[in-house]
């Protein structure tokens, strides 16, 4: 696999490879409404990390910045079905690990797809937001939804994630 980090920055080949990893978010994210879906993927404050095999794009993830606050917020993150539990959803996560620790973030938050719970906490997310960031820091800043359960990951920029 490789990696590429793609905004909407009217770059055609860029708005291309967005649109099919939010053809996959939208496939893989079936309680998601799709225009949120495609709102944010395309929303400039949002980057997305895109897992290539090949030329083909089997995955990403859709996060953005709170840099004041040293933490990103992952909105979305997918691998297509017939590419799922075979490691790829593990090496996404370690190479955006590394990747934001780079632009100085020290913690991720997510609301969790209850289905995906287990595959967070194996990524060394827990739902024990509270001892790890106060609220105090991320509130306000983003929105929590219902059906989905807040997770929190620190980062140590002490370790290589993808070693
Ligand atoms: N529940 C429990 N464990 C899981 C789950 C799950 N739903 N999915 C994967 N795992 C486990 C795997 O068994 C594996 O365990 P192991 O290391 O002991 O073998 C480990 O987590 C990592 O598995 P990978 O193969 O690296 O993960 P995969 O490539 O399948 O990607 C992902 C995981 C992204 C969750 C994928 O299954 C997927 O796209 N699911 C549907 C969409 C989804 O639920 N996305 C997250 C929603 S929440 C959000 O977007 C903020």
């Given at each position: 696999l490789h990696y590429k980090i793609i905004t909407n920055d009217g770059v055609p080949e860029h708005l291309i490879s967005l649109i099919k990893l939010k053809n996959i978010f939208r496939k893989q994210?079936?309680?998601?409404?799709?225009?949120?879906?495609?709102?944010?993927?395309?929303?400039?404050n949002h980057?997305?990390?895109?897992?290539?095999?090949?030329?083909?794009?089997?995955?990403?993830?859709?996060f953005r910045y709170f840099e004041r606050?040293?933490?990103?917020?992952?909105?979305f993150l997918a691998v297509t079905f017939s590419e799922q539990v075979k490691g790829y959803g593990t090496?996404?996560?370690?190479?955006?690990?590394?990747?934001?620790?780079?632009?100085?973030?020290?913690?991720?938050?997510?609301?969790?797809?209850?289905?995906?719970?287990?595959?967070?906490?194996?990524?060394?997310?827990?739902?024990?937001v509270e001892p790890v960031l106060p609220?105090?820091?991320w509130k306000g800043y983003i929105k929590d939804y219902d059906g989905g359960t807040l997770m929190v990951c620190k980062l140590d920029v002490d370790i290589d994630y993808t070693i």
């Open positions: 994210l079936p309680k998601m409404p799709g225009e949120y879906i495609v709102r944010l993927v395309l929303d400039r980057k997305s990390m895109v897992a290539f095999k090949g030329d083909l794009i089997i995955g990403g993830v859709c606050q040293v933490f990103s917020e992952i909105a090496q996404l996560m370690n190479n955006l690990k590394n990747y934001v620790m780079k632009e100085g973030i020290r913690y991720f938050l997510t609301y969790a797809d209850n289905f995906a719970l287990g595959y967070f906490k194996k990524q060394g997310f827990t739902t024990e609220e105090s820091i």
